[in-house]
């Protein structure tokens, strides 16, 4: 099997050459691969609700089931996202300490029956959920953007039974969530959603409260999802030592971190981590988001990003945006990219849906992570899945063919094109 996509052809069948290559051999097994995925949102769900219910059926059969992406690890928030109709929580209501007011009703309109699609095509589905922000009567700015976690006890206890409520609530739903993450981007406060957290923070949420909480609810806590070291300098407590590396100092909250999910900035802690805590498993959270062209240009440059993750020791990538209307526009005005546009009530696949499907298609769960030999192994991503099959990805960001010779079988790699190798 030899497929290959360009910004011109998706998914074709690629050439053969009797001609000899560059050639790259198999070297060392590395990591577990979990899966691929996306992120569902009620923006996404708002999209989809656009189709006919038979088109909304083909595109989710497309992205989910094995003849298409076959995504079998996803992503949801836990209360609004930047991606929600309008911002929410699933407890509004000031001093509600014992969370009896807690309700996932708003889900039930557009989210969860999304999931559900997604669930429901795949049985060995697994998903992980995030806040973007908590009940903003727990922060100390008394809004959804911006702020910090306003950290009494009583307001510490609260959230973690929050979760617990959350975890329950899903679970309750038929939705495979087994992990958590504590915040999402916990590194900056922002227009969205948001809630910052310092590591020392977290540590202590999670070992004393969060964890505990969660004890006997069949879920685990990655640390995350971690959007730094900062890359611009705005703060000088960003670095890897301040979040992941103090988190599993502590020992209490080290006990109950059972991997790691990075995203952005994130990408630059990978190989610390993988240094100080090589049986640690690391997920990457969510692509990078792109501005609403879904070009071809960007779908390269998410290969790019996809091979470092692997590179470093990540287990699975997760895209960003499932669907979108048209104009691609978050609820604060940001324009982003989307696996599938919604546009005058029809489905289009966009370049970044392909590259997924590059992966997702043809890696499978529990495949190994396999580091390339040669002079062209930059480009490359390899994995050898549970059955014996070996599958490579290639890259050729060149103005010229480039051929490849990977156990005595070449392949022609069309200019600026993505490429699958499968060898059973």
Same mark, same amino acid.
């Given at each position: 099997?030899?497929?290959?996509?360009?910004?011109?052809?998706?998914?074709?069948?690629?050439?053969?050459?009797?001609?000899?290559?560059?050639?790259?051999?198999?070297?060392?097994?590395? #990591?577990?691969?979990?899966?691929?995925?996306?992120?569902?949102?009620?923006?996404?769900?708002?999209a989809?609700?656009?189709?006919?219910?038979?088109?909304?059926?083909?595109?989710?059969?497309?992205?989910?089931?094995?003849?298409g992406?076959?995504?079998?690890?996803?992503?949801? @928030?836990?209360?609004?996202?930047?991606?929600?109709?309008?911002?929410?929580?699933?407890?509004?209501?000031?001093?509600?300490?014992?969370?009896?007011?807690?309700?996932?009703?708003?889900?039930?309109?557009?989210?969860?029956?999304?999931? /559900?699609?997604?669930?429901?095509?795949?049985?060995?589905?697994?998903?992980?959920?995030?806040?973007?922000?908590?009940?903003?009567?727990?922060?100390?700015?008394?809004?959804?953007?911006?702020?910090?976690?306003?950290?009494? !006890?009583?307001?510490?206890?609260?959230?973690? $039974?929050?979760? /617990? /409520? =959350?975890?329950?609530?899903?679970?309750?739903?038929?939705?495979?969530?087994?992990? &958590?993450?504590?915040?999402? !981007? @916990?590194?900056?406060?922002?227009?969205? @959603?948001?809630?910052?957290?310092?590591?020392?923070?977290?540590?202590?949420f999670?070992?004393?409260?969060?964890?505990?909480?969660?004890?006997?609810?069949?879920?685990?806590?990655?640390?995350?999802? &971690?959007?730094? @070291?900062?890359?611009?300098?705005? =703060?000088?407590?960003?670095?890897?030592?301040?979040? $992941?590396?103090?988190?599993?100092?502590?020992?209490?909250?080290?006990?109950?971190?059972?991997?790691?999910?990075y #995203?952005?900035?994130?990408?630059? %802690?990978?190989?610390?981590? #993988?240094?100080?805590?090589?049986?640690l !498993?690391?997920?990457?959270?969510e692509?990078?988001?792109?501005d609403?062209?879904?070009?071809? +240009?960007? %779908?390269?440059?998410?290969?790019?990003?996809?091979?470092?993750?692997?590179?470093?020791?990540?287990?699975?990538?997760?895209?960003?945006?499932?669907?979108? +209307? +048209?104009?691609?526009?978050?609820?604060?005005?940001w324009? #982003?990219?989307?696996?599938?546009?919604?546009?005058?009530?029809?489905?289009?696949?966009?370049?970044?849906?392909?590259?997924?499907?590059?992966?997702?298609?043809?890696?499978?769960?529990?495949?190994k992570?396999?580091?390339?030999?040669?002079?062209?192994?930059?480009?490359?991503?390899?994995?050898?899945?549970?059955?014996?099959?070996?599958?490579?990805?290639?890259?050729?960001? =060149?103005?010229?063919?480039?051929?490849?010779?990977?156990?005595?079988?070449?392949?022609?790699?069309? &200019?600026?094109?993505?490429?699958?190798?499968?060898?059973?």
């Open positions: 099997m030899f497929v290959t996509s360009t910004e011109k052809f998706y998914f074709q069948h690629g050439t053969t050459t009797n001609k000899q290559g560059i050639a790259l051999s198999f070297g060392e097994e590395l #990591q577990t691969i979990r899966g691929f995925g996306c992120c569902f949102s009620e923006l996404g769900a708002k989809l609700n656009k189709l006919t219910p038979e088109d909304i059926k083909n595109v989710l059969d497309e992205l989910f089931k094995d003849q992406g076959a995504f079998n690890y996803c992503r949801t @928030p836990i209360g609004s996202s930047d991606f929600a109709l309008d911002y929410y929580s699933y407890n509004d209501n000031p001093g509600d300490y014992e969370m009896k007011n807690f309700s996932i009703d708003r889900d039930q309109k557009l989210l969860l029956p999304l999931i /559900k699609e997604g669930v429901s095509r795949r049985s060995d589905m697994q998903m992980f959920a995030s806040p973007w922000c908590p009940p903003t009567w727990l922060k100390t700015h008394n809004t959804y953007s911006f702020g910090v976690f306003n950290r009494t !006890e009583e307001n510490l206890k609260a959230y973690a $039974l929050y979760f /617990k /409520k =959350y975890v329950q609530a899903y679970h309750n739903e038929g939705i495979p969530l087994i992990h &958590i993450h504590p915040q999402n !981007e @916990p590194c900056s406060t922002q227009k969205f @959603p948001s809630c910052e957290w310092r590591g020392e923070w977290l540590a202590d999670v070992g004393k409260y969060l964890g505990p909480a969660l004890e006997g609810e069949n879920v685990d806590i990655f640390f995350g999802t &971690i959007n730094g @070291p900062e890359t611009d300098s705005r =703060y000088n407590w960003t670095r890897y030592c301040d979040y $992941l590396g103090y988190a599993m100092q502590d020992p209490n909250s080290r006990k109950y971190i059972k991997g790691v999910g #995203q952005w900035a994130g990408r630059n %802690a990978l190989m610390q981590t #993988q240094d100080d805590f090589p049986n !498993e690391i997920i990457q959270t692509s990078q988001c792109g609403g062209q879904n070009s071809w +240009e960007h %779908a390269m440059f998410i290969y790019d990003l996809a091979r470092i993750y692997f590179r470093f020791g990540t287990t699975a990538y997760v895209y960003w945006n499932i669907a979108l +209307e +048209e104009d691609g526009l978050s609820t604060w005005g324009r #982003q990219n989307s696996l599938v546009t919604v546009k005058d009530n029809k489905a289009i696949f966009n370049p970044e849906y392909y590259l997924m499907k590059h992966f997702s298609h043809f890696v499978k769960r529990d495949a992570y396999v580091k390339l030999i040669g002079e062209y192994s930059s480009n490359c991503i390899a994995f050898i899945n549970p059955d014996g099959s070996k599958v490579v990805l290639a890259k050729n960001p =060149y103005k010229t063919e480039q051929i490849i010779t990977i156990e005595g079988n070449s392949y022609l790699l069309p &200019i600026d094109s993505i490429s699958t190798i499968k060898i059973d």
